[in-house]
């Protein structure tokens, strides 16, 4: 992209979108990262204005703007990725996104803690059976894969041998 001519390529966008004619959606967001003596901050702004223009409904400029901007990402600053937000009035989109990911951390966090509490409770098996003397096999619940959790409880209960349950939890 960094080889094309942006300067020729937003002359012949702007005179499609005025001239009502069909564009290349994919030009248009990937603009912001074509060869220009602008910053990318300013072209991907520019980009966003032009994606405003054609006769399209709303939410479809809106996901050609939101494309726009997340393909600019890393190339662009904190403060510049909220003036485009803003400037968007897609506000709505960013909160909903991060309302989707805090309810994503929380569900994995509510796994993770079942996790810890079933670890636990293995730890007391563990302990009640064989004692607090090794902690070679506390050691070994602790790094535990989640499959090996699930198994492990009814191999607490059906061996009475320590190198047993360490080659379980081993292997």
Not at 35 to 53: P, W, Y
Not at 97 to 117: D, F, M, R, S, Y
Request: some cysteine; aromatic content about 6%.
């Amino acid at each position: 992209m960094s080889d094309k001519d942006g300067k020729e390529k937003m002359r012949e966008l702007k005179e499609k979108i005025n001239n009502k004619e069909e564009i290349n959606y994919l030009d248009l967001i990937f603009f912001p990262l074509m060869k220009s003596d602008q910053k990318i901050a300013e072209l991907a702004k520019d980009t966003i204005e032009l994606e405003d223009k054609p006769d399209a409904d709303q939410k479809f400029k809106n996901n050609l703007a939101a494309l726009t901007i997340v393909l600019c990402d890393k190339f662009l600053s904190s403060k510049n990725m909220s003036e485009l937000w803003r400037d968007r009035k897609m506000v709505k989109f960013f909160k909903y996104v991060e309302e989707q990911g805090k309810k994503k951390g929380k569900e994995e966090g509510k796994i993770e803690g079942k996790q810890e509490e079933a670890r636990l409770i293995l730890m007391r098996q563990v302990k009640a059976k064989f004692g607090n003397k090794d902690n070679e096999i506390i050691d070994l619940i602790n790094e535990a894969e989640l499959s090996k959790i699930e198994d492990l409880s009814e191999k607490i209960i059906n061996t009475n041998s320590k190198a047993e349950l360490i080659d379980f939890l081993k292997h």
